[in-house]
């Protein structure tokens, strides 16, 4: 019984260990070759890569110098995974939310820097180490809008009145800024060669200084425009009054004015005030000015 199992054990060993040398050398190789390879890709590597820089403040505060926008940055780690990384979806932030106004010397260590890395990769540098951020409170406040006319009506025309809605808009931006704002101006509305009123929707509003941001970015413009106007003055009797004269500038389009008659208008007296009574027609178009009675 043990001659047998003994002759088995013998062929075993010499299937194992003598036969298919050249199958087994192969094998052998491709082990090595792999293994080699997983230890290769496994072995860390460091890399520099350029990303941009994004500098996270509270709501109460703004950046108003103008500091750098990309970083290099040193990072770690398994082979594969470095060389994997996408350069376009990386990117550096710092969190400045706590950080209070005025000038800042902020330190970029992997301390204070975050970047999205997968696990397995650590930033292990950040150039340059620092870099210098003034940092404002922020400020609103409602300012003036004005509109911006470019071109002139047809000849013989102008503009009577601008009227601007809303006639005040809010503006927010930091407070060295803001404080000192006066008005907002209207995108360049063109009136060149016009007769008649003129609607304009939904214009945009510009603020004159860009880190001061407008809040309501719309207005609606409407325009007036009618013939140009010119001034005559007039000498006529106050109504009711014996021997009082009252003198007074009539302004108007010049048609109108230039066919005025005296018997066209009259003065009373409204209390102790006088008043130039003119044509309902007129009313939108013509205006008094110094009015004087004069008694003899």
């Known amino acids: 019984m043990a001659e047998p199992r003994k002759l088995f054990f013998k062929h075993i060993l010499r299937k194992v260990f003598l036969e298919d040398w050249a199958l087994k050398l192969v094998a052998l190789a491709i082990t090595f070759g792999l293994w080699f390879i997983v230890t290769g890709l496994s072995t860390p590597t460091t890399r520099r890569i350029t990303v941009p820089l994004n500098l996270n403040v509270s709501s109460a ?44 010397v902020i330190p970029l260590t992997p301390d204070t ?8 990769i650590k930033l292990t540098e950040v150039q340059p180490s ?8 922020v400020q609103e406040k409602d300012v003036e809008v004005r509109a911006d006319i470019s071109g002139a009506p047809a000849a013989g025309f102008e503009v009577y009145q601008t009227n601007i809605i809303p006639m005040k808009i809010r503006v927010r931006g930091p407070a060295s800024i803001v404080s000192t704002l006066s008005y907002v101006q209207t995108e360049s509305i063109d009136l ?10 939904q214009v945009a509003v510009v603020s004159p200084d860009p880190k001061a941001a407008v809040l309501n970015t719309f207005v609606d ?26 003198t007074f500038t009539l302004y108007g389009p010049k048609s109108v004015i230039a066919a005025a008659k005296k018997d066209s208008f009259y003065v009373q007296m409204e209390g102790d005030q006088p008043r130039v009574v003119l044509p309902t027609e007129w009313l939108d178009t013509v205006e008094v000015r110094d009015l004087t009675i004069k008694s003899h």
């Open 130 to 137: 620092r870099i210098a951020v003034k940092l404002e409170l």
């Open 221 to 246: 413009v409407n325009l007036r425009i009618g013939e140009k106007r010119v001034a005559k003055t007039f000498s006529i009797p106050v109504a009711g009054i014996a021997e009082s004269i009252a």
């Open 113 to 120: 820097v975050y970047v999205p890395l997968p696990q397995g």
């Open 61 to 104: 505060a703004m950046i108003t110098n103008t500091p750098l926008t990309e970083v290099d940055i040193e990072i770690t780690g398994d082979k594969r995974k470095v060389e994997q990384l996408n350069r376009a979806e990386l990117g550096a932030s710092i969190d400045l939310t706590d950080i209070q106004p005025g000038d800042r």
């Open 192 to 201: 060149a060669g016009r007769r008649d009123d003129l609607a304009a929707k």
